[in-house]
């Protein structure tokens, strides 16, 4: 199943999400590149404890009866996390379910992401009483820089699929 491929961005709800909201200097932008690829790209600063950026989808997208998320990226060598945000009733939660995959400097690469593999995440740090990931309620997806990775970073996405 195809999520995005960037053809209809005007439909499509990306907003950056950086460390300014805790103090920090980070800086990202979300842009569609010549070739239609989504790409994510800014600086991260560490000054006044920051240290992420991010860039999230507002499209609801149910997954059930899907495996593996699969991402086509070029990348700059940094490590980044693709997250799911879940909600009930139109809330979403405060917590994201991420996994981490590391990137080829100015090469493409194929990403297969399990679903059973993504940990829920709080901030930075694993909370308590989380329930499973439900597919069915992915309120919002997308992707972040963090784990003190400072100076610029580029990751272009040319899809992003699930499959079976």
């Known amino acids: 199943m195809l999520i995005t491929d960037f053809s ?6 990306w907003m950056i999400v950086n460390d300014g909201v805790m103090g920090g200097n980070s800086l990202s932008r979300f842009q569609i590149n010549d070739k239609g690829n989504g790409v994510f790209l800014g600086t991260v600063s560490l000054e006044n404890n920051g240290g992420f950026a991010s860039v999230k989808n507002h499209e609801p997208v149910t997954l059930t009866g899907y495996s593996k998320i699969c991402l086509k990226v070029r990348g700059d060598g ?3 996390s693709f997250r799911l945000q879940t909600g009930e009733e139109g809330n979403v939660h405060e917590w994201s379910y991420e996994q981490r995959f ?10 297969e992401l399990d679903l059973d593999s993504f940990e829920p995440t709080y901030r930075g740090s694993t909370p308590k009483n989380v329930p499973d990931l439900n597919l069915k309620n992915i309120m919002r997806y997308g992707f972040l820089i963090s784990d003190k990775q400072q100076g610029d970073f580029r990751l272009e996405i040319d899809q992003i699929t699930a499959e079976r």
């Open 8 to 13: 209809n961005l005007a439909r499509q709800k």
């Open 102 to 111: 590391d990137t080829q400097d100015d090469e493409w690469s194929s990403v």
């Open 78 to 80: 940094n490590r980044y």
